[in-house]
């Protein structure tokens, strides 16, 4: 195995392992250094997401949500079913067969593009030397350019010992052997609300999502965060916002939890309790001293608009940096940064970035929220479209929900979509395009969409926007006067 390469990418999760294909595509010698293993001890390629994080979990919520309308959803259409029941370890045995194929497909994609894969632990030193542990051994390996791309892990709160059975983050809650008959879950956000719609689909008795804010879904759109809540309750998840957990302790197998809020104090008991409250870069050790390395306070790797550090040829990209922790932030970020160090313009424009949860009803949205554009005091119209009013919504029984757009009053030009409903995850990949390219309301209200399509609820918003949707009563579209 050589020790000089052009490019050594540290971490293969979206991030890295997208950086060091492109950067092999575009002709650099390039390595790629990753500890992640399986629970069988064998490399995994992928990260967090491939491996414990976004497809496990979206695998689980497909299988969930299949189960949940064989059970209950059927009869509306006629069809009549009986005797569904649960068999817990056949849909875990489809999830771990979904994570293995696409662990495998990025280690296939290695070989086809010449990227050198090691398996080991990497720290950056001086001068971009990287040091590789591998069990007792250490390896020096250097390059022209490094990219640091080492992701994240779940925060675990001070207090609150993580035993990996009763006790568990956001990896092993989706690993369960028996659905819980009653399950806590510290943290209303992404992560918390996607757990707990699985295993109450799944059969919980009781899902209780203790949040500490005051305020449900914040980095959401108010007026979609409020229908997402009202959405949720009806499904029997039990959020109760304005909850700090104050104690937490496991006995006779059961976690017992005591919590405070605007009544006072409360205490709980659960089969299982999941904390999910955000993530932290992996940056511990990632670089030793000699390094120089800059980091800021929470941990993360200080780097300018470009992914660069402040060290020369070394840069850092996706969890481990500044902005959103999302999957194709940080796969963007890689290809930025690989064409750059080829020397083209890589470009990445942030504030076309979609956010996506995978609930049910589904959540997405891009760009600029309505309270943002208030406290930023811009003049805006907005434009909604309910999916009740949709014809292919009807027929598919998915009518819960609305798209809403926001546009400059002035200019038009879209500042902001936000969906709450089926397929909202890619329903927003239209308002991302529209966005990026610059466009307007007015430009989608002059396209043509298919019928009967959910799509032609994004036509409709644009429509109802200028007070002209055709599907619902005509209604000026509201406009918000800069202050």
Same mark, same amino acid.
């Given at each position: 195995m050589s020790n000089e390469y052009q490019v050594i990418v540290v971490g293969a999760g979206?991030?890295?392992?997208?950086?060091?294909?492109?950067?092999?595509?575009?002709?650099?010698?390039?390595?790629?250094?990753?500890?992640?293993?399986?629970?069988?001890?064998?490399p995994a390629l992928g990260g967090t997401c491939l491996n414990v994080g976004c497809i496990p979990s979206k695998a689980l919520l497909e299988s969930s949500e299949q189960y949940a309308h064989a059970r209950q959803g059927l009869d509306a259409h006629g069809i009549n079913v009986t005797g569904v029941s649960l068999d817990l370890d056949v849909m875990m045995q489809r999830k771990q067969q979904v994570v293995h194929e696409l662990t495998q497909g990025i280690a296939q994609l290695f070989r086809a593009n010449g990227v050198t894969h090691i398996q080991g632990r990497a720290q950056l030193g001086a001068d971009r030397e990287v040091l590789v542990r591998q069990g007792e051994d250490e390896i020096s390996l250097r390059a022209g350019h490094i990219i640091l791309a080492p992701g994240s892990s779940p925060v675990q709160l001070p207090g609150i010992t993580h035993d990996g059975k009763y006790i568990v983050d956001s990896s092993d809650a989706l690993a369960f052997d028996n659905v819980p008959a009653r399950l806590g879950i510290i943290g209303a956000g992404v992560i918390g609300l996607e757990l707990g719609s699985v295993w109450k689909r799944l059969g919980s008795e009781q899902v209780v999502l203790l949040e500490a804010q005051d305020s449900f879904l914040p980095v959401a759109d108010e007026q979609v965060a409020t229908q997402a809540l009202r959405s949720f309750t009806g499904q029997g998840l039990d959020i109760r916002l304005g909850s700090r957990v104050t104690a937490c302790a496991v006995?006779?197998?059961?976690?017992?939890?005591?919590?405070?809020?605007?009544?006072?104090?409360?205490?709980?008991?659960?089969?299982?309790?999941?904390?999910?409250v955000g993530r932290h870069p992996n940056t511990e050790n990632l670089a030793s001293d000699e390094s120089g390395l800059l980091f800021d306070e929470w941990g993360f790797i200080h780097v300018d608009e470009r992914c660069s550090t402040n060290l020369p040829g070394v840069w850092a990209i996706g969890d481990a940096v500044r902005g959103p922790m999302l999957a194709h932030k940080g796969s963007e970020e890689g290809l930025m940064v690989a064409e750059q160090i080829?020397?083209?313009?890589?470009?990445?424009?942030?504030?076309?970035?979609?956010?996506?949860i995978y609930t049910l009803p589904e959540i997405a949205w891009v760009g600029q929220t309505e309270q943002a554009?208030? &406290? !930023?005091? +811009?003049?805006?119209?907005?434009? /909604?479209?309910?999916?009740?009013a949709n014809g292919r919504a009807r027929a598919? $029984?998915?009518?819960e929900g609305f798209i809403k757009l926001l546009a400059d009053e002035k200019t038009d030009r879209l500042l902001g979509v936000h969906a709450i409903g089926a397929q909202a995850s890619e329903l927003v990949a239209e308002a991302v395009?529209?966005?990026?390219?610059?466009?307007?309301?007015?430009?989608? &209200? !002059?396209? +043509?969409?298919?019928?009967?399509? /959910?799509?032609?609820?994004?036509?409709?918003?644009?429509?109802?926007?200028? $007070?002209?949707?055709?599907?619902?009563?005509?209604?000026?579209?509201?406009?918000?006067?800069?202050?």
């Open positions: 979206p991030a890295g392992y997208v950086a060091a294909i492109r950067c092999a595509q575009l002709g650099l010698k390039t390595a790629c250094i990753d500890d992640w293993t399986d629970t069988d001890g064998k006995k006779n197998d059961k976690v017992e939890l005591e919590y405070q809020d605007a009544d006072g104090e409360h205490s709980m008991q659960f089969d299982r309790l999941v904390v999910a080829s020397g083209q313009v890589g470009h990445i424009d942030y504030n076309t970035i979609p956010s996506v554009l208030r &406290a !930023l005091g +811009v003049a805006y119209r907005s434009g /909604l479209f309910p999916f009740a598919m $029984g998915h009518t395009i529209t966005m990026q390219l610059g466009g307007s309301a007015e430009d989608i &209200a !002059l396209m +043509v969409f298919a019928h009967p399509t /959910l799509s032609e609820s994004f036509h409709e918003a644009a429509l109802a926007l200028h $007070g002209r949707a055709l599907h619902i009563a005509p209604v000026r579209g509201r406009k918000q006067k800069k202050s």
